[in-house]
């Protein structure tokens, strides 16, 4: 189960899933499709969300062009490497993607031309907080995490005393 911060941020999130069915999408697990599961009872006040997957998507729809938040996956075939990095960086936003293969000569090469902040290989989400944190493009400025963070939330001052 994806937990979501508030009802409004589920709303949303669900909302997504809606309009990728209305773009042609076809959602194969999770949100529409899977039975609810039984939460326990300290947990159903809260706002939770089934981890979904989509396909069939173009890449100018919605759900393709926008940062989600939360538990959905769009998933699109592709034929080479030059495509799918060309479809991917044709996006405004670049906090974060990740790159699966078994050939890691393959990640490096398709790591280092996506335009995202965080690129995660074989894996989402794993961060030691040591490591530095943001986004490009329209996914914000700057670096959060260790001395990244300090610099971020440092207001300098300089005062100059003459004393004679």
Not at 13 to 24: D, F, H, L, N, P
């Amino acid at each position: 189960m994806g937990a979501l911060v508030s009802k409004e941020h589920m709303q949303k999130v669900k909302g997504y899933v809606k309009i990728a069915v209305t773009e042609g999408g076809t959602v194969h697990c999770g949100e529409g499709v899977d039975e609810d599961p039984e939460l326990p009872e300290k947990h159903k006040q809260g706002y939770f969300m089934k981890p979904t997957v989509v396909t069939g998507l173009g890449d100018r729809t919605r759900c393709m062009q926008e940062e989600i938040f939360g538990p959905v996956v769009c998933i699109t075939p592709f034929d080479t490497e030059e495509e799918v990095i060309e479809r991917a960086n044709d996006v405004k936003y670049g906090l974060a993607a990740s790159v699966w293969s078994s050939d890691v000569g393959r990640t490096h090469r398709v790591s280092q031309k996506l335009h995202a902040g965080t690129v995660w290989a074989n894996c989402w989400f794993i961060r030691d907080l040591n490591m530095p944190f943001g986004g490009m493009k329209s996914s914000g400025l700057g670096r959060e995490g260790a001395k990244n963070s300090m610099e971020f939330y440092t207001e300098e001052k300089v005062i100059c005393i003459k004393t004679d």
